[in-house]
């Protein structure tokens, strides 16, 4: 049988109308010839989930996200194209994840390992969504951001109140205060600037200054040195000796010991003492007033005159 033209042409149409199909539908993520798992999530916000994004459980990637479509109540219907034969539970969680920085919105299966209730193509899982580092960074700077912004009022209020303080005046004072203080800064630089002239001129003078101190030094340390190589310790010990004796002898003197303590003590030998001399001041007064009847000389045999006793011959007792 010989085709004409005109089926020809149909039949060219017909083919390409379904190869643009097809293909229309391979762009969107769809494969007609698939016959894999459909499963579906409802979520109240898909937070940036496209779809083709991957589908993985514990990290490998079983399917992808075939369409995302809204319902009459707001809420989003998910529908995912699951690929493997792992058995996952119907108690399952699809956890919408932020899979980097660049890498986009994602789907991660948790399955319910001890659950032997398993999906089939049609079926539900429960939804979850985790914050991305963008929104984590977000939640965690809007505290922040708060107190920030308290704190730059509060700042400002702080300005305000200094400017109401600081009149024309107060600040005229202030402005003559900063100026004092640049000149009494630039008194200290010359000051300091004259100084260190003094010292470059008297460099040579402190250098013997400080040689000499220490020659002192050393001289001072080999005196240290012959101290505590002289001994000390014997000398201090014979002194504390010695004045153990001292105190002993004065206690001695005053409880009347010995010749001193008597001395100081006996009243008999006080008084005899005091009579003895006072008959010695006597005979030397009667020697000075009568030598001559202690000493006579005579060369024609003349007699001694008789002894006559002074007249204040007495001692008082």
């Given at each position: 049988m010989k085709l004409t033209r005109e089926i020809k042409t149909a039949i060219l149409v017909i083919i390409s109308i379904l190869l643009f199909i097809w293909g229309y539908s391979f762009l969107k993520g769809k494969n007609l010839f698939?016959?894999?798992?459909?499963?579906?999530?409802?979520?109240?916000?898909?937070?940036?989930?496209?779809?083709?994004a991957p589908v993985t459980l514990n990290g490998l990637t079983i399917g992808k996200v075939n369409a995302i479509n809204i319902q009459t109540d707001g809420k989003l219907l998910v529908e995912l194209n699951i690929t493997t034969d792992f058995p996952i539970s119907k108690s399952s969680i699809a956890e919408i994840y932020d899979s980097g920085l660049v890498g986009g919105r994602?789907?991660?299966?948790?399955?319910?390992?001890?659950?032997?209730?398993?999906?089939?193509?049609?079926d539900y899982l429960h939804a979850s969504s985790k914050l991305g580092l963008t929104d984590a960074l977000?939640?965690?700077?809007?505290?922040?951001?708060?107190?920030?912004?308290?704190?730059?009022?509060?700042a400002n209020l702080l300005f305000t109140n200094v400017n109401d303080v600081l009149d024309a005046k107060a600040k005229q004072d202030l402005k003559g205060s900063i100026s004092e203080l640049n000149k009494t800064l630039a008194e200290f630089s010359v000051a300091s600037k004259s100084v260190n002239e003094l010292i470059t001129d008297n460099k040579t003078k402190l250098s013997s200054t400080l040689t000499n101190f220490d020659k002192t030094s050393k001289n001072f340390a080999k005196m240290?040195?012959?101290?505590?190589?002289?001994?000390?310790?014997?000398?201090?010990?014979?002194?504390?000796?010695?004045?153990?004796?001292v105190d002993k002898l004065m206690k001695d003197m005053e409880q009347g010991k010995g010749t001193i303590g008597k001395l100081m003590k006996d009243e008999t030998m006080y008084n005899n003492f005091t009579n003895t001399s006072?008959?010695?001041?006597?005979?030397?007064?009667?020697?000075?007033?009568?030598?001559?009847?202690?000493?006579?000389?005579?060369?024609?045999?003349?007699?001694?005159?008789?002894?006559?006793?002074?007249?204040?011959?007495?001692?008082?007792?």
């Open positions: 698939d016959n894999s798992n459909k499963l579906f999530v409802i979520y109240e916000n898909v937070a940036g989930l496209a779809p083709s994602q789907i991660a299966i948790k399955p319910n390992l001890e659950d032997t209730n398993y999906t089939v193509s049609g977000a939640q965690q700077l809007e505290p922040l951001q708060s107190k920030l912004q308290e704190v730059l009022e509060n240290s040195d012959s101290l505590a190589s002289a001994n000390l310790g014997q000398t201090v010990k014979n002194l504390e000796k010695t004045l153990g004796n006072k008959e010695l001041e006597l005979l030397l007064k009667d020697l000075r007033l009568n030598p001559t009847r202690y000493v006579n000389v005579s060369l024609f045999g003349k007699k001694n005159k008789p002894y006559v006793a002074p007249v204040n011959d007495s001692i008082k007792k």
